[in-house]
């Protein structure tokens, strides 16, 4: 038996719930994981660590779901990759915010703290959410934001539509959510 062919019956047995099943794939893969992870320069060793339990969390939750047990360790350096660039985008963002925050204008300083800000931009997003009429599009925006474990292509394969369908209802909601923030700023309404 090769060295894929066993993994494959690991992951067979880790998907119908055998837990030692599970030690044995995160034995196996996690040095892949980290090679990988080692790419990614901006990451500090908490955040690469961080960024290889949320993948490891992610894939055996959605293990059940691999169609193919021999596509497994492609399909977690896909997942790893996708944690990894979303880190980075919130680093990065987290970076712009504390530079404009450094330096604020006394007109933009925010009413709120942060925290409360982005729980009242979060209970905006549920509202646009709650909002939208039952349908597709609805559906795909809880999947994504609300119980945010699938990536798009993971949330096209459950729906049974393309990547890009997924995508473009995503987009759509996006600049709902812009739109309506921008609205809610303008008129002040964060009180």
Not at 22 to 51: C, H, I, K, N, W
Not at 88 to 117: G, N
Not at 160 to 165: M, N, P, Y
Request: no cysteine; proline share 4%.
């Amino acid at each position: 038996m090769g060295s894929t062919e066993g993994l494959a019956e690991w992951v067979r047995r880790a998907a119908s719930g055998e837990t030692s099943a599970f030690s044995e794939l995160y034995r196996r893969t996690r040095p892949l994981v980290a090679r990988l992870m080692a790419g990614f320069a901006p990451l500090d060793s908490d955040e690469v660590e961080d960024v290889i339990q949320e993948t490891f969390v992610r894939a055996f939750r959605a293990l059940p779901r691999l169609k193919e047990a021999g596509a497994f360790e492609a399909w977690l350096l896909s997942i790893a990759r996708n944690r990894a660039r979303t880190r980075l985008e919130r680093k990065a963002s987290l970076r712009r915010l504390e530079d404009d925050i450094s330096d604020p204008e006394p007109e933009t300083v925010p009413a709120l703290p942060e925290a409360l800000q982005l729980e009242r931009d979060i209970e905006v997003v549920r509202q646009l959410i709650s909002e939208l009429p039952d349908g597709e599009e609805k559906r795909t925006v809880q999947l994504f934001y609300i119980e945010g474990e699938l990536s798009a292509r993971e949330i096209a394969e459950q729906l049974g539509v393309g990547k890009s369908a997924v995508t473009m209802r995503l987009e759509r909601f996006r600049g709902r959510i812009k739109r309506e923030l921008l609205r809610r700023v303008l008129a002040g309404r964060w009180e």
